[in-house]
């Protein structure tokens, strides 16, 4: 049973460069989500989706899209990287569509921007 | 809108005393509230959580935490705290929001135990 799966692990970008996080669940999670952590400031929400086709913004959206085609996948885009998007990156999912339920996150992906 | 505070960014204790790790939070609705804990280069994982059903919830490695409505608190406490302890703590806590919840996570309390 993977659980949920972040790639890569690590990466480095130069500013204006595209890229996308991957994060697949295998668990028929309804409920998916990024979260960047920083020093000091705990994980905050980038966007989360409560179902294929449904994404909703977080605490920080700015220079992220998302989509949700699946149930499974969860895919982080980075328009345009900047500097101050050098951050750990988290992917969670949970049982159906509330937020109520354990969060099951993957082992996070750590982005430089030079 | 909702918010949840650490009061803690740093909590130091000996091994074999109480653990005290402090939350509030504010919200519109009933929240859901958790505990996860993130030890050093591991996952977060899921201590407990409070979902309106008895006030006082027990967890894993013996954690406890108690919720108070009046207070809008959610304070995690451990009666005897251990060096495997040493970790980062985060409160979080899930909000209805029309049809959907937003799960917002707190500052994060880094706990240290001293042998």
Known sequence: ?114 | AQSVTQLDSHVSVSEGTPVLLRCNYSSSYSPSLFWYVQHPNKGLQLLLKYTSAATLVKGINGFEAEFKKSETSFHLTKPSAHMSDAAEYFCVVSERKTSYDKVIFGPGTSLSVIP
């Open chain 1, 1 to 114: 049973n993977a659980g949920v799966t972040q790639t890569p692990k690590f990466q480095v970008l130069k500013t204006g460069q595209s890229m996308t996080l991957q994060c697949a669940q295998d668990m028929n999670h309804e409920y998916m989500s990024w979260y960047r952590q920083d020093p000091g400031m705990g994980l905050r929400l980038i966007h989360y989706s409560v179902g294929a086709g449904i994404t909703d913004q977080g605490e920080v959206p700015n220079g992220y899209n998302v989509s949700r085609s699946t149930t499974e996948d969860f895919p982080l885009r980075l328009l345009s990287a900047a500097p101050s998007q050098t951050s750990v990156y988290f992917c969670a999912s949970s049982y159906g569509g509330q937020g109520n339920e354990k969060l099951f996150f993957g082992s996070g992906t750590q982005l430089s921007v030079l």
